[in-house]
């Protein structure tokens, strides 16, 4: 079910309606049974897996708080680790393994080849399966509670909001927020529904629209040129921002409808002005997610610089392979892990030559924020392509043929909206990076009745300019 | 942290629903009325242009309108297929009540349903208060789509649809498809396959002659015009290309007020005049326009 379809706003309605008018001791279950419609719309066979996962990391969570044994302990985590990644790896990645044995298998002239599995993929699997491992290891490590009521468990897996392309919650904040019974809340509601609109303009309005353009040229790279072959890119870099930003913008809009408070999941990113704070404020769960229980039980940057390197580029690296099954994705990580050392290493460049004091001026600030968007758009063509070799062919290409005229798309008006989209978008940021309108649930300089014509604009935007319901970029992971 | 009481609360939610929808109907006539005047809807014209893109980018109906001295409405869509040209005819007979002649467009795929757009039938969501067009929009989109775009009338436009209207406030009805066709490039489509083929459906055939059946009984004069298409891509199939001419022909004899004009030659191998195998450039519109012109100019003396 799409956020920007009809039945979703259906079954959100309906969700309102019971769960703030049923008893206390129902609500938790009025949000399980909406969260696993949810889902089951789309295929019920993936919903009962999800509730796979859901009980196994519930049982382990509750053997592991339960033993005093440490290493049995550490065996109720691995086996629920390894039971809840077993389907992650099975659907997302499977194919990927076949794939590169056989590749290896055809260099050494091995004629036999290993059959692919017919598997799709089950959408959200890397946002549920991590959601539910964090709970588990937060538990092992003893940073939550241990949850006993099992159907508030399964909700906080499955909760529907949130539950196909994240942000991914942790249980000390969504779990939390679960026991409580939240009454509805009028400002709660209209700070919700603010959020959706602009979530639903950046999605239907921006997003799908650019994809028109991105697609033709991402589809067929040997087709076009440069100043083709850049524009696209960057089209791309603002289609997956408002693809995604815009999905996490409608569910903490929709869990805030309901009282509740999802953790932020963009902070304005193409504003950053080094790689460190673009992943600050990029898919900040997920970066949050990997900070938290991968790089620092690696030892974080409290090792050896050698391994503080090797920490880097791990994290990254799983990271790309978190998005996809795919060495694009790979390559994309090792992208960032680069970036990201560059920079440290110009950092103390700088320290060294007692030049930090440049750091502190306006145009040096926006020439770096320049250079992290230039930089970051260039990491997308490896996201986007759809192999390794047309990667190298994009990239290959814009450095070499301008003389090229600009492809303008299959229709000089979508192509010329395109553009101006781009511009609202970055109208509206740079308000919410110069704190006059507000970012999330922020105080804003906006007078109300102005602000209120700014989102019925965008309503109106989105009925005329909405493209058709395609799905989400981030729903394949 | 500011409150909000409950009948504030409702008042907000009432009057932000009801400026939604007053600015969703504003919007949506503006738009409207920009399309009417686009195609020349709701007006006086003598003579009417009806069509697909084809048709839409080989006759300038400016150059027309100044050289004939009539009103002309060009009612021609993109992707329409035979069965929505009859739906656009209905809906201009019923707004211009003082059409005398039609330049109706045809060509070798005019009775083949496949490869044209199976949803152009939303290009018509804009005028779906029209009884016909809103009988016909009933059958072709699914109830959600139907009577969200009901409620909802902004939602019935697309920027294809926004920039028709804005083009028919400003008057604007130029060809903009600048370029010429890769000749190469068709060539080695067409040798590998990859061309749209021609049929004669004879469900399409009757949808014309029922078309050309309403246009004699308003005893109003009708032009099959044929604007040319490539040489290269009628020659992959010329035989069945030949068939649809003669029966084309055929039905234009059947009838007193039809007449046929193909203008396939001598145009169709001057391949500076294409934007690509089906569609003229500005520079080829321009020929074609010129020839129409003299045409009726000689018909009527």
Known sequence: ?????????????????????????????????????????????FALLMAGVSVVNYFSALKIFKTKSVSQKKIWLSTSVLISLLPLLYFKYGNFFISNVNSVLSIIDYTEELNYLKVILPVGISFFTFQALSYTLDVYFERTEVETDLVRFCTFVAFFPQLVAGPIERSTNLLAQLKKSHQFNRIHFIEGAKLFIWGLFKKVV??????????????????????????????????????????????????????FKLMQNFNLPYFSNSISEFWKSWHISLSTWFGDYLYKPLGGSRVSYIKWVRNIFIVFLVSGLWHGANWTFILWGAIHALFYLFENWGDKLLNKLNLTKIKNHAFYNIFKMLVVFIGVSYAWIYFRAQSISDALLISKKIFSNWSQPLYLGASTITFALSCLLIFVLL???????????????????????????????????????????QSFIYFQF | MYKVTSKKFIAILIGFILAFFLIDYIVSIVLSKGLEKYYGLSSNSELAIIGHSHLMLGLDKGNMESSLGVEISKYTREGVNLAERKIMIEQLLETNK?????????????????????????????????????????????????????????????????????????????????????????QEQIKSGVYRKIDSKKKSISILEQMLTTFEKKEIEVILLNVPTIDIMIKAQENKAKQVYNKISDLANKYKNVRFLNMQEPWSHKYHLFYDAIHLNPMGQKEITEEVIQYLNDTNK
Do not use: H
């Open chain 1, 1 to 45: 079910m799409l956020f920007n379809s009809w039945e979703f706003v259906f079954l959100l309605v309906l969700t309102m309606l019971f769960y703030f008018n049923v008893p206390n001791k129902l609500k938790t279950l009025v949000l399980f049974v909406s969260s696993y419609v949810f889902y089951a719309f789309w295929r019920l066979d």
């Open chain 1, 206 to 259: 921006i997003a799908d629209r650019l994809a028109l353009y991105v697609n033709k040229v991402y589809e067929n790279p040997e087709l076009f040129d440069a100043p083709t072959l850049v524009l696209a890119t960057l089209f791309f870099a603002f289609q997956i921002y408002c693809d995604f930003s815009g999905y996490s913008d409608m569910a903490i809009a929709t869990a805030r409808m309901m009282g």
């Open chain 1, 427 to 469: 109208g509206v940021q740079l308000l919410q990076y110069t704190k006059i309108s507000s970012l999330y649930f922020s105080t804003s300089k906006v007078p109300p009745l102005l602000s209120a014509l700014g989102y019925l604009l965008l309503l109106v935007g989105v009925s005329l300019l909405g493209m058709s319901s």
């Open chain 2, 98 to 186: 003082n059409i005398k002649t039609v330049i109706l467009g045809v060509d070798a795929w005019s009775f083949t349903d496949e490869g044209l757009s199976n949803n152009s039938y939303k290009l018509f969501f804009p005028f779906m208060d029209n009884e016909s067009i809103n009988r016909y929009l009933l059958t072709e989109s699914d109830q959600l789509e139907f009577f969200s775009k009901k409620i909802i009338r902004t939602s019935r436009f697309n920027e294809l649809l926004i920039g028709g209207a804005l083009r028919g406030y400003m008057g604007n009805w130029n060809n903009l498809k600048q370029g010429k066709i890769d000749v190469v490039k068709l």
